[in-house]
Each structure stands twice: as C-alpha cells, then as structure tokens.
C-alpha cells in the first residue's frame, strides 16, 4: 500500500461543532504532516510529527488540535471553527531522513466547509 | 527563513515547443529543492529532487547556488504535461518543506 488515505473527502460544519479529519498511511513512515491549502495557493505547513511527537507546529490557532495515536493514524481534531478555516486540508507523510532530502507522499485531502 | 519564488502563475505553450518554469530561492543554509506536480483531479506527487540529479517525464532541472535558482525545463513539451507545478524547500532537516507559489503549465495542441 502506497497511499496516504484521508476521510472524509467532504466535511461542512458549524461554528459550533466538534469534528475529526482523519489520515492513515501502511508505508512504515515516521513523519506525517497536515498542511493547509486555500483556493489557488500552495499548501501552507501546519503540523508535523516526527516518530509520533510533534515536532513543528507553525503557530496554529487552537481551534486545530493534532493527534498522532500510532505511527500509522494522524488525526486533526476541530472545534469553534471560523469561516475563513475553510479549505482543503492535506495530509501527508515521508521517512524520517537525515538531511532535507524526503519525498513527501500526499493524499487527496478533505475539504473543510465552515459555515 | 525559507522562500520560494514562481514569477509565473501561468504558462502556455504549445505541444514540441520547450519550456521552462522557473523557481528562485531564498535560504541561508545549504537547501533541499523539489519539484512536486499536481496534475487534474491527481494527488499533489514529487516530480524529481536536485539530489537525484535525475530526468523524470523529459524534465531536468539544475541547481543553481550562485543565483539560487532551480529552474525545471523540457525540451518538448506534450499536452499531458498540462498541470499545476510547485517548487518546494526544505532546509536541513528536512522537515519544514516550503512551496511556492505554483505555476499552472498548459501546453496546447
């Protein structure tokens, strides 16, 4: 198995709710990371996590909470979620190398709806 | 801090011509340059690494540490290079992986 599984595809939710986006990878990979992307913009680096730890969090609100409960399974958990949250959220994973040289392997994302 | 650079956010020519997309850089340590494609309705995926040194698809590109650029070409175009292409950066430890802004390749028939 060489992809990176990402549910749901589609997730619209109130301002109010609690929701999960889930990732899950059968490539023996160490590192995972979420990453955001807005409409015709790259993706921008949230998260990532390093042998389940996490390792960089790039000053994200509060409202997003990671999870990492086995080297296999990313969770991003939501809560109080603004409009401008919206969009589509990538998941992605690699080997822990040393150096900068890692290929990241993406999934298909879930695309967030906050009304 | 780590920047990356896409003059371009679209490109157009035409099937057999050459192309270049272009990518500079900013990064005081020794960087890590990627090329990752995303073609219609396909997962984000990597193109080729400058480590590699490699051709993948036709494509080739250099590393260029006096003008810190990272420039991908292809001789001859094909319509099915039609995608939406990233430079990316990372630094040495690999783990904060930076992209650019993205140019949209469409090559026509």
């Known amino acids: 198995d060489t992809e990176v599984t990402q549910t749901p595809k589609h997730l619209v939710m109130g301002m109010t709710n609690k929701k999960s986006l889930k990732c899950e990878q059968h490539?023996?990979?160490?590192?995972m990371y979420w990453y955001k992307q807005k409409a015709k913009k790259p993706p921008e680096l949230m998260f990532v996590y390093s042998y389940e730890k996490l390792s960089i969090n790039e000053s994200v609100p509060s409202r997003f909470s990671p999870e990492c409960p086995n080297s296999s399974l990313l969770n991003l958990h939501l809560h109080a979620l603004q409009p401008e949250d919206s969009a589509l959220y990538l998941c992605?994973?690699?080997?822990?190398?040393?150096?900068?040289?890692?290929?990241?392997?993406f999934g298909e994302g879930s695309r967030l709806t906050v009304l | 801090a780590q920047r990356v650079t896409q003059p371009e956010k679209l490109l157009s020519v035409f099937k057999g011509a050459p192309v270049e997309l272009k990518c500079n850089y900013s990064?005081?340590?020794?960087?890590?340059l990627f090329w990752y494609v995303q073609y219609s309705r396909q997962r984000l995926q990597l193109l080729l690494r400058?480590?590699s040194r490699e051709s993948i698809k036709g494509f080739t590109a250099d590393l260029n540490k006096g003008e810190t650029s990272f420039h991908l070409k292809k001789p001859f175009a094909q319509e099915e290079d039609s995608a939406m292409y990233y430079c990316?950066?990372?630094?040495?430890?690999?783990?904060?992986?930076?992209f650019g802004e993205g140019t949209q390749l469409t090559v026509n028939p």
């Open positions: 400058h480590i």
């Open positions: 990064y005081s340590g020794s960087p890590e």
């Open positions: 490539m023996g990979h160490r590192a």
């Open positions: 992605a994973s690699s080997q822990v190398l040393a150096g900068g040289n890692r290929e990241l392997f």
């Open positions: 990316a950066l990372s630094g040495e430890s690999g783990s904060r992986l930076t």
